[in-house]
């Protein structure tokens, strides 16, 4: 991925949420918590849901995997955003814990590719997050 593409994010103050995860979902992430095998099940039994994709690209050792894991998760949560009304522009905050899946898988994706040296990608992915929500550090494990 060489390539070198210019990427412009337009702004607005529209603000997007992203629906909020099922209870039995969440719970299912709170007993997998720190276990990638049990993880990986239930990112397969729910795989739009975006914070085990998220949590799967943060605990992997492995920067090709963590890559991958954040990469389903960036664009499922693309999907995700544009079927709840985003249409490339506005506000996702990370206060919101809804949008977190997402915001977690970008920023991971961010971490991964730059240790991948994807560094033009890990910019853009920077980028990103701060036009999103200029205060997404706060919220999320920025490294």
Known sequence: MAEDHAVTFTTSDAETVLDPAADEQLDALRA????????RAVAAR???????WAMLAEGSDDPV???AFARVGYHRGL???????WRGSGLVRSSREENLGFLRSLNA?????AS???????SRCELFLFQLDSTWESHLQSG
């Open 32 to 39: 997998a918590q720190g276990d990638l095998v049990a993880l």
């Open 46 to 52: 729910w795989p739009s849901l975006l914070l085990a």
């Open 65 to 67: 995997d963590s890559y």
């Open 79 to 85: 999907d995700a955003l544009r079927h709840a009304g």
């Open 109 to 113: 994706l961010r971490k991964a590719a």
């Open 116 to 122: 991948i040296g994807e560094d033009q990608e890990a």
